[in-house]
């Protein structure tokens, strides 16, 4: 995409705060939670945002979900899984699509990142049931980055946040160190943060998949020209269908109707209320699935029964506490 076009998509992502729209899309979302639980919104975007939002997951910096910095293997939840993940704050497209889907639940705490599947990623069924806990800090910082604020302003003091939290110890890094001091200083600091514990509330998986159909091996055009007319009319014709022999499929194991296939469409929301059994078929190799996802968070009661320590991966580095992030 041009960056008029990006231009574009982001003054309509900076002016969408309380439109016709964002409304209208609001009182369905509801709508659908409220009659089953689980919601289906497709064209959430108009056409040119959406394709922003799809460039721009193209050349994040991915991690490996449940490796590195992003190891979960202490979680009681333990699902098996395999993808990748990004932050979505740093970036304005980003953002501003996750502004979006924030606003869709206003008074909740926005939980978003970025996934991709490729060659055979997928998630085992699990019911996303897994509470959270953030610090007085990190609350302030997401209700900031998510207000009204321009997004090119939010995403850089975004930026800048992370960069200074990337400085900070904490009690894992200074553990492996052996440096006493390193961990006490990490264990007064993390005695100093006061965290509010939340749960999931809502789920969501926004898919930005287009696939281009290739030529077939040997294929011979007898001009130019008529190599690129079939090209662009093949294109035209596929370049948002998404088949289900891609794999990729969001299953619904908790459906009336059994376990309920969905196709990660481009530009199509996936919402349900939490907790519900679900899964992620595996990729077939040789395509991308794409998506935002994550939750709408509301503050959960203090020292509930499941209630455990788990922190947000987009600041797990800086700080002592952790939690799990399953993509859809």
Not at 2 to 30: F, H, I, M, P, Y
Not at 270 to 277: G, I, M, N
Not at 300 to 318: I, V
Request: charge should be positive; hydrophobic fraction near 40%; proline fraction near 5%.
């Amino acid at each position: 995409m041009s960056a008029k076009g990006q231009s574009a998509a982001v003054r309509w992502l900076d002016s969408v705060a309380s439109g016709a729209r964002l409304r209208t899309l609001r009182r369905e979302l509801r709508r659908q939670l409220a009659a089953k639980g689980f919601a289906k919104l497709p064209e959430l975007l108009p056409e040119h945002v959406a394709e922003a939002v799809r460039q721009a997951l193209k050349v994040l910096d991915w991690e490996q979900a449940g490796e590195g910095a992003r190891d979960d293997a202490g979680y009681e939840d333990q699902v098996q899984h395999h993808f990748s993940i990004a932050d979505v704050e740093g970036d304005v497209v980003l953002l501003g699509a996750a502004r979006f889907l924030a606003r869709l639940l206003p008074g909740t705490l926005p939980n978003f990142s970025a996934a991709c599947y490729r060659g055979r990623d997928h998630i085992a069924p699990h019911t996303d049931l897994v509470p959270e806990t953030y610090s007085m800090e990190e609350v302030k910082q997401l209700r900031r980055a998510y207000g009204r604020g321009d997004l090119a302003s939010a995403a850089q003091g975004w930026r800048r946040w992370r960069e200074s939290r990337a400085e900070t110890e904490n009690l894992q890094d200074a553990l492996q160190s052996d440096d006493l001091a390193a961990v006490r200083r990490a264990v007064e600091q993390g005695a100093r943060a006061p965290s509010v514990p939340f749960r999931r509330w809502v789920a969501a998986a926004y898919y930005l998949n287009k696939d281009r159909s290739r030529l077939l091996p040997g294929a011979f055009f007898t001009s130019p020209l008529l190599e690129h007319c079939m090209l662009e009319t093949r294109r035209a014709k596929h370049s948002q269908d998404w088949k289900p022999s891609f794999g990729g499929q969001f299953v619904d194991l908790e459906s009336e109707e059994g376990a309920a296939k969905h196709s990660p469409d481009f530009n199509t929301l996936v919402a349900f209320e939490v907790p519900r059994l679900h899964e992620v078929s595996a990729v077939r190799k040789g395509h991308a699935r794409y998506s935002l996802f994550g939750w709408w968070l509301v503050e959960d009661a203090p020292h509930a029964p499941h209630a455990q320590s788990l922190k947000r991966p987009a600041a797990k580095a800086e700080a002592k506490t952790k939690r799990r992030k399953t993509a859809k």
